[in-house]
T-cell receptor
């Protein structure tokens, strides 16, 4: 079946611009996660959704970052006034629940470059 | 200090070798543990969960030591296709996973 998909695969933007990154989870998965991965580092937790609500957004670095999941399926990560330090691969994952023991299935990521 | 720490390596081993990675975590309230594998410029994929009793999946063995707060992964009879970065993952709260920065393995012919 179809896995997690993310669009765009690459995004180049200029400092100060607004960007939206989209994630389409595996059908039926109620939990959705966003991570950010910089070169040489592991994925860094940003936010997770259970259904439509953000159950934990403690990883969002500041108020320029915001994410939504209005219908409990597709999610959009929004970054305002981008900075060069925002450059990274943004990974989305989904799982069939938020049990501590559930496997997370990752999408291929969006590589964001802020010039 | 990072919540989850791994030796970054790289580990360079010949085919057929046995190699072991360790991972330490700082939060004693951590409840579930995993190893994920990440190939270059690809997304992470689950390799195996780690149970208190230790568990094995073919050539891979994972162990958990709660008292010392570390997790290990042993790979026997290494294959060229095992070359990847291995990420240690610790869950303390449902829905929030903390990843280590990974250990890079290169298996050479």
């Amino acid at each position: 079946g179809a896995g997690v998909s993310q669009t765009p695969s690459n995004k180049v933007t200029e400092k100060g611009k607004y960007v939206e990154l989209r994630c389409d989870p595996i059908s039926g998965h109620t939990a959705l996660y966003w991570y950010r991965q910089s070169l040489g580092q592991g994925p860094e937790f940003l936010i997770y959704f259970q259904g439509t609500g953000a159950a934990d957004d403690s990883g969002l670095p500041n108020d320029r970052f915001f994410a939504v999941r209005p219908e409990g399926s597709v999610s959009t990560l929004k970054i305002q006034r981008t900075e060069r330090g925002d450059s990274a691969v943004y990974l989305c994952a989904s799982s069939s629940g938020t049990s501590l023991y559930n496997e997370q299935f990752f999408g291929p990521g969006t590589r964001l470059t802020v010039l | 200090r990072k919540e989850v720490e791994q030796d970054p390596g790289p580990f360079n081993v010949p085919e057929g070798a046995t190699v072991a990675f360790n991972c330490t975590y700082s939060n004693s309230a951590s409840q579930s543990f995993f190893w994920y594998r990440q190939d270059c410029r690809k997304e992470p994929k689950l390799l195996m969960s780690v149970y208190s009793s230790g568990n094995e999946d073919g050539r891979f063995t994972a162990q958990l030591n709660r008292a010392s707060q570390y997790i290990s992964l042993l790979i026997r009879d290494s294959k060229l296709s095992d070359s990847a970065t291995y990420l240690c993952v610790v869950n303390t709260n449902a829905g929030k996973s903390t990843f280590g920065d990974g250990t890079t393995l290169t298996v050479k012919p």
